[in-house]
């Protein structure tokens, strides 16, 4: 059991369990998993977060905070030491896209979207929507690239080049 969940995607396999048996009501059983993830990989990842298949956090998600109630889709990475939370007065509705991905010490706060096949650079601070096909970076994070056929792989490697990129 220890290797399962100290292996490479040990915190995203934590974080399933938890997120299962708070979806069951079984709220102690979902706290137990919530917390094995902090206390093996200073993470905290609430069960109540909502994180599409394939996502994977780098080094365990070391460091990184998430809202209670943050939305991430498929297959998108996100670096470690990364925070989504909260912004006062303009509350909380952050939604990752599908294909994101997100650098080490990234800030994203509020009332945001991230959009499919965007990157943060590490170090950003994203307070705006982030565009599909977009690499923003700086605090408060601005466009610095855009994505397109040619430099696609640079950013996603191996992955196939979407058909809704121009
Ligand atoms: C964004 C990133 C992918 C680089 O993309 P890139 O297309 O190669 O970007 P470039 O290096 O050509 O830089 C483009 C511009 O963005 C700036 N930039 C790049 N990364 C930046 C960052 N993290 N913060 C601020 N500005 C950044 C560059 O200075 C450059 O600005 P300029 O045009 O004024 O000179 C990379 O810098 C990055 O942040 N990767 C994330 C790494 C990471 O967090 N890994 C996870 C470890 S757990």
Redesign the pocket.
Known sequence: MFAAISGTAGVVKLYRASNFFYRKGWHWLSQLFYLLNYFLHSVKLPASCKIGSGTNL??NGFGSLFHQKTIIGKNCYI??MVLIGGRGKHGFNVVIGNNV?I??RSVILGNVKVNDYS?V????VVLKDVPSFA?V??NPAKA??TITKE?FS??FFKRPIPNTLE
């Not at 650079?121 to 950003?124: K, T």
Request: aromatic share 4%.
């Open positions: 780098a080094h670096g470690c991905l650098g080490a990157v650079a590490a170090g950003s690499v970076a700086g610095v690239k430099n640079d950013y």
